[in-house]
């Protein structure tokens, strides 16, 4: 399919609604923990397709493959690393073959996930080999007949690279997603801007990019705010894809907090800030995206974002995230602030009653330190 399609689509009914969650839902049918999930493409096809299914009969616009960790480092995890092919073309099929028992046209997106690995400079791993990796994954996608691939979860910018690299290789659009921590950022500390400013340099393949999984709904729309205020390409949009709540330890089980109610108030939001492909990650069921189909469909008015309204819809925000978000909403407020914490460090430098440098260095810093 080429990006004109998928944006023709969106420009009809001014938003696409993707699907929920993979693992968790298979785990509620059965999915041992720690058994990748991706394997049941070739063991249990069935329950696979009734996730697809019942998503789709919610309102689902979009169905992402089973295929979020079959790249050859996460399958060698369970000494499986050489049927990369078969498990993501059988995850294509899987959601083609699903998708092509409607009327109404439904998208297969191809779900490249991380590694798990750490990258060069920082890790073991080259970005040629990692590109390598997704190359083998998304070929295969193609091939079973994604519309699009959806590289997702992603943390540094040059794995992100990497991916984004192997879906050129196939001439599928493609879409990018990071995950946000506690405090608005990536775990490799990158924040919305910085992957905003990234998909702008592969515009010619990347048709959209946001947010998915992370904490929970609220502080994703936090995300998805933070990208509004940092869009480099008008033709490029925004994708929000929250967990269904704050994932809760109950027992042996992790449990996602969010009411289908929840995750209405979350789709209006997403689509308010912008968001044109709207869905969830963890925890979100069929049930869930029913009630966000029908709030999209039933409420055509935007939500102004309040972000003290926000955490009393969708749940509580760290400070870390609240500061993120205020900085984007006031850049002049928070550049002055940063310009002030600059003065004053070099401040003390000059004075020399600064911090100590490191932690073992018994001297405060000043001009002729030459530590």
Same mark, same amino acid.
């Given at each position: 399919?080429?990006?004109?399609?998928?944006?023709?689509?969106?420009?009809?009914?001014?938003?696409?609604?993707?699907?929920?969650?993979?693992?968790?839902?298979?785990?509620?049918?059965?999915?041992? !923990?720690?058994?990748?999930?991706?394997?049941?493409?070739?063991?249990?096809?069935?329950?696979?397709?009734?996730?697809?299914?019942?998503?789709?009969?919610?309102?689902?616009?979009?169905?992402?493959?089973?295929?979020?960790?079959?790249?050859?480092?996460?399958?060698?995890?369970?000494?499986?690393?050489?049927?990369?092919?078969?498990?993501?073309?059988?995850?294509?099929?899987?959601?083609?073959?699903?998708?092509?028992?409607?009327?109404?046209?439904?998208?297969?997106? &191809?779900?490249?996930?991380?590694?798990?690995?750490?990258?060069?400079?920082?890790?073991?791993?080259?970005?040629?080999?990692?590109?390598?990796?997704?190359?083998?994954?998304?070929?295969?996608?193609?091939?079973?007949?994604?519309?699009?691939?959806?590289?997702?979860?992603?943390?540094?910018?040059?794995?992100?690279?990497? !991916?984004?690299? !192997?879906?050129?290789?196939?001439?599928?659009?493609?879409?990018?997603?990071?995950?946000?921590?506690?405090?608005?950022?990536?775990?490799?500390?990158?924040?919305?801007?910085?992957?905003?400013?990234?998909?702008?340099?592969?515009?010619?393949?990347?048709?959209?990019?946001?947010?998915?999984?992370?904490?929970?709904?609220?502080?994703?729309?936090?995300?998805? %705010?933070?990208?509004?205020?940092?869009?480099?390409?008008?033709?490029?949009?925004?994708?929000?894809?929250?967990?269904?709540?704050?994932?809760?330890?109950?027992?042996?089980?992790?449990?996602?907090?969010?009411?289908?109610?929840?995750?209405?108030?979350?789709?209006?939001?997403?689509?308010?800030?912008?968001?044109?492909?709207?869905?969830?990650?963890?925890?979100?069921?069929?049930?869930?995206?029913?009630?966000?189909?029908?709030?999209?469909?039933?409420? #055509?008015?935007?939500?102004?974002?309040?972000?003290? !309204?926000?955490?009393?819809?969708?749940?509580? %925000?760290?400070?870390?995230?609240?500061?993120?978000?205020?900085?984007?909403?006031?850049?002049?407020?928070?550049?002055?602030?940063?310009? /002030?914490?600059?003065?004053?460090?070099?401040?003390? /430098?000059? #004075? &020399?009653?600064?911090?100590?440098?490191?932690?073992?260095?018994?001297?405060?810093?000043?001009?002729?330190?030459?530590?």
């Amino acid at each position: 399919m080429k990006s004109e399609e998928i944006i023709n689509l969106i420009n009809e009914n001014g938003y696409l609604l993707a699907d929920g969650a993979t693992g968790t839902n298979l785990f509620d049918v059965g999915l041992e !923990a720690g058994y990748p999930p991706e394997l049941w493409n070739e063991e249990r096809p069935d329950l696979v397709s009734t996730n697809h299914k019942n998503f789709i009969e919610a309102g689902s616009d979009i169905i992402l493959t089973n295929s979020f960790g079959a790249n050859k480092y996460r399958l060698a995890l369970h000494n499986c690393e050489d049927r990369v092919r078969d498990i993501n073309f059988a995850a294509a099929q899987i959601a083609r073959k699903n998708a092509d028992l409607y009327e109404k046209k439904v998208l297969v997106a &191809g779900s490249i996930g991380p590694t798990g690995e750490i990258l060069h400079p920082i890790g073991p791993l080259s970005i040629e080999d990692a590109t390598d990796a997704f190359t083998d994954q998304a070929v295969a996608l193609k091939e079973g007949g994604s519309d699009l691939l959806w590289i997702e979860t992603m943390s540094s910018s040059e794995e992100m690279d990497a !991916a984004i690299n !192997a879906a050129m290789k196939t001439g599928l659009p493609t879409i990018c997603s990071y995950s946000f921590d506690t405090h608005g950022r990536s775990m490799m500390g990158l924040e919305p801007k910085e992957l905003a400013t990234l998909s702008d340099k592969y515009k010619n393949v990347v048709i959209g990019y946001g947010a998915n999984c992370g904490i929970g709904a609220s502080e994703l729309i936090g995300s998805i %705010m933070c990208f509004s205020q940092s869009t480099m390409n008008n033709d490029q949009f925004i994708v929000a894809k929250g967990n269904c709540g704050i994932p809760q330890f109950k027992g042996a089980e992790i449990i996602y907090d969010g009411t289908p109610e929840m995750m209405a108030e979350y789709a209006v939001y997403a689509r308010s800030l912008g968001a044109k492909i709207i869905g969830g990650c963890c925890g979100t069921t069929h049930l869930h995206v029913k009630a966000m189909s029908d709030a999209l469909k039933n409420q #055509s008015k935007s939500i102004e974002f309040e972000l003290k !309204a926000v955490i009393e819809s969708l749940g509580t %925000m760290t400070d870390g995230n609240v500061q993120m978000i205020q900085n984007y909403l006031n850049p002049e407020i928070s550049n002055q602030k940063v310009e /002030r914490r600059a003065r004053r460090r070099r401040s003390r /430098r000059r #004075s &020399g009653t600064g911090r100590s440098c490191r932690s073992s260095c018994t001297r405060r810093c000043s001009s002729s330190c030459r530590i």
